[in-house]
Antibody, heavy 125, light 110 residues
Framework: QLQLQESGPGQVKPSETLSLSCAVS??????????WGWIRQPPGGGLEWIGN???????FYRPSLSTRLSLSMDTSRNQFSLRLTSVTAADTAVYFC?????????????????WGQGILVTVSS | QSALTQPPSASGSPGQSVTISCSGT?????????VSWYQEHPGQAPKLIIY???KRPSGVPDRFSGSKSGNTASLTVSGLQAEDEADYYC??????????FGGGTKLTVL
């Protein structure tokens, strides 16, 4: 059974950089059949797609975050990471990592089928 | 990239059917047959219940069904059960290989 687990600081100061990792177990991140993605949810709010990364190097970012966002993969540790610079209070949210089918060979094409439990990140001084 | 439009709330009695709409544009819902729906219970991660507009992942009851017409997708929950009370989010593939979620609908089982 595939499992994803987010890790990182629960609090970040305004203007600093938010860094999160997602460890994957029960499967490999090395696959062209999947994207590995990030989604966030502000307190009391809805879901917001942040971006996706694939082991073949493909990356897609939410346009409004593209100048501050960087996604990467560490295949040796079977994990992927998010880096968001110059954070403000508007970046306070629960951050989820998830797997998304990329090809028609994947079980659920272009949908997020496995999710981490989420990690609350608060931007505050 | 604007969020897809969902009604903030919906409700129905046990055994009834309820339909939740998800309105987009010709750059997302109307352009691609890649709409998915997620169920989120409080304090839990979202769960995929519909993908590619109408398909159900293994283990999702057939009480959940999806459809699309033009720029609007819909989720229908038939035979409402107490455990269906949750937040529901639609999501669509969009231009430039991006994704857009709806604002979410809180489903109440009366």
């Amino acid at each position: 059974q595939l499992q994803l687990q987010e890790s990182g600081p629960g609090q970040v100061k305004p203007s600093e950089t938010l860094s999160l990792s997602c460890a994957v177990s029960g499967g490999s991140v090395i696959s062209e059949d999947y994207y590995w993605g990030w989604i966030r949810q502000p307190p009391g709010g809805g879901l917001e797609w942040i971006g996706n990364v694939c082991s073949n190097g493909n990356k897609f970012y939410r346009p409004s975050l593209s100048t501050r966002l960087s996604l990467s993969m560490d295949t040796s540790r079977n994990q992927f990471s998010l880096r968001l610079t110059s954070v403000t209070a508007a970046d306070t949210a629960v951050y989820f990592c998830a797997r998304r089918g990329r090809t028609i060979s994947s079980p659920t094409f272009l949908a997020f089928d496995y999710w981490g439990q989420g990690i609350l990140v608060t931007v505050s001084s | 990239q604007s969020a897809l439009t969902q009604p903030p709330s919906a409700s129905g009695s046990p055994g009834q059917s309820v339909t939740i709409s998800c309105s987009g544009t010709s750059s997302d819902v109307g352009a691609y047959d890649y709409v998915s729906w997620y169920q989120e219970h409080p304090g839990q991660a979202p769960k995929l219940i519909i993908y590619e507009v109408t398909k159900r992942p293994s283990g999702v009851p057939d009480r959940f069904s999806g459809s699309k017409s033009g720029n609007t997708a819909s989720l229908t929950v038939s035979g409402l059960q107490a455990e269906d009370e949750a937040d529901y989010y639609c999501c669509s593939f969009a231009d430039r290989n991006t994704l857009v979620f709806g604002g979410g609908t809180k489903l109440t089982v009366l």
